[in-house]
């Protein structure tokens, strides 16, 4: 996990964001070590299937706060900064095809595993994990996108109203059920 713990954003909302980003690539960082795990390793299909049930549990628990933070995305920032740059294209139009990129991987993986994973193969259980490595790959790409190219443009452009409104917004836990 990267140990900068500073935060690069000024702007209160855009903190928040930043934040939020934070704590959740903490928690990929530690499922992606199970998915490393089957890239690295020669794994039995016992082991793959234990691996595999940490695996779904971690993503499990990691969907509350990954959707929690999209939703503020795309029903809050998405919309305020879109009127200041545009929504027709652009990165927004990018940014919003990635959110649901990471959905397809992530509700792939969950879809696979659900039920008895004793009948999966090692095979298909190397498959779905693969789509658990795709989410986290587009995921990490994803923040680094947010955060060098829509953050600083809503730091920059967005009025002061806006900006605190937008802080109001956006001010709520993501580890909660709405």
């Known amino acids: 996990m990267s140990k900068n713990t500073e935060l690069r954003f000024t702007k ?9 980003h934070r704590y959740l690539t ?25 691996l595999l049930i940490d695996l779904r549990k971690q993503i499990t628990d990691f969907m509350l706060p990954l959707q929690n933070h999209t939703k503020k995305e795309e029903e809050i920032f998405f919309p305020l900064l879109g009127t200041y740059i ?4 652009g990165p927004l139009v990018g940014i919003q095809e990635e959110h ?19 009948l999966l193969s090692l095979g298909q259980i190397q498959a779905a994990v693969r789509d658990a490595g795709e989410a986290f ?8 996108k947010e955060e060098t190219v829509l953050f600083p443009m809503a730091e920059t452009q967005l009025k002061v ?14 580890t909660r059920s709405s």
Request: hydrophobic share 40%; with cysteine.
């Open 12 to 20: 209160p909302a855009m903190r928040i964001l930043e934040n939020e």
């Open 100 to 118: 649901r990129e990471i959905d397809s991987y992530i509700g792939n993986f969950l879809h696979y595993t659900e039920g008895n994973m004793d």
């Open 86 to 89: 545009g929504f027709e294209q």
């Open 26 to 50: 903490f928690l990929m960082e530690e499922w992606h070590e199970i998915v490393l795990l089957f890239e690295r390793e020669e794994l039995s299909v016992e082991d793959g299937r234990r």
């Open 161 to 174: 109203a806006d900006q605190e409104r937008l802080c109001e917004q956006l001010n709520t836990l993501i």
């Open 137 to 144: 790959e587009v995921l990490t790409v994803h923040f680094m």
